[in-house]
């Protein structure tokens, strides 16, 4: 069962590091989001017949990643609202760069913070893969022959 569930995670990782790839095509950051995600789903598919040795810790990356992208998204259609409303009440363009600027901070600290959650999924995957899924040899000691 373990297997199949580290194919799923595998696979969706690289699906959605596809997804954030084409949502951030625009910011850079978002771009690398998405790269990242996507080389560290191909790092679990490839990783042969070793088990992820923390999925929930990789899971919980992932899930966080994509979350933070999609907050990003949201809160970009919500800064473009309220600039909206705010410029068709007749405000000042200086009030309304004024006022968008903490969405500014918010969007990029989220970025950020998505970045940070994809390359802690790519270590996880890089380490994996790495890792010698290869028992130690037994001792060969000389014994008594007993």
């Known amino acids: 069962m373990s297997g199949k569930r580290d194919d799923r995670l595998a696979l969706a990782t690289i699906a959605l590091g596809a ?10 950051i978002a771009l690398v989001t ?11 598919a490839v990783r042969g017949d070793r088990p992820v040795p ?7 990356a992932l899930t966080l990643a994509v979350l ?18 705010r410029l068709s009440e007749g405000a000042s363009p200086t009030y309304v760069t ?15 913070f ?13 380490v994996t893969r790495l890792s010698s899924g290869v028992t130690p040899a037994p001792d060969r000691s000389p014994t008594s022959g007993k």
């Open 68 to 85: 933070a992208v999609i907050a990003v998204a949201l809160l970009g259609l919500w800064e473009e609202w309220v600039a909206g409303q």
């Open 114 to 126: 998505a970045l940070f959650a994809a390359l802690a999924m790519l270590l996880g995957a890089a």
């Open 98 to 112: 004024a006022a968008m600027r903490p969405y500014v901070h918010a969007a990029a600290a989220l970025r950020s």
């Open 54 to 60: 923390a999925p929930r810790l990789m899971i919980a």
């Open 34 to 44: 998405g790269v990242a995600l996507g080389i560290a789903g191909v790092l679990l």
């Open 19 to 28: 997804g954030v790839a084409l949502l951030g095509i625009h910011a850079h």
